[in-house]
């Protein structure tokens, strides 16, 4: 803990069932400090931070993040998966059409999960995963002049 009572890094991970390494407390800050960051981008960043990291070192790290609820995977149709940081709140995304730049939009209605299926189908809902698609104001735009 810090001296303000904030867990640190290493305290999550270790919260979490996690072995603390350089590599997933790199990951995970990386992860927290981007925005909708692919495999790569975050491998590219941790090497930054921590030296030499194989990409499937990356891969096992993003998947044991995820597992544990520290990150979240985001996969759009069409496009490599992606991770966020943002977690718990069950918020949605909006994808642009065009360029593939991802924004975070609060819940749709109400209280968690959302949405309320039609026919759950016994199914004890919990989450519902909503993607928006659409053009971004760059794209819009650019598409209107």
Known sequence: MTASGTPTTADELRGAGLRVTAARVALLETVRDGDHLGAEAIASEVRGR???????????????????????RLEPPGSPALYEGRVGDNHHHLVCRSCGTVADVDCAVGHAPCLTASDDRGFAVDEAEVIYWGLC?????????
């Open 137 to 145: 104001p760059d794209c819009s735009t650019a598409r209107s002049s």
């Open 50 to 72: 921590v030296g030499h990291i194989s990409v499937q070192a990356v891969y096992e790290g993003l998947h044991a993040l995820t597992a544990a609820g520290l990150i979240r």
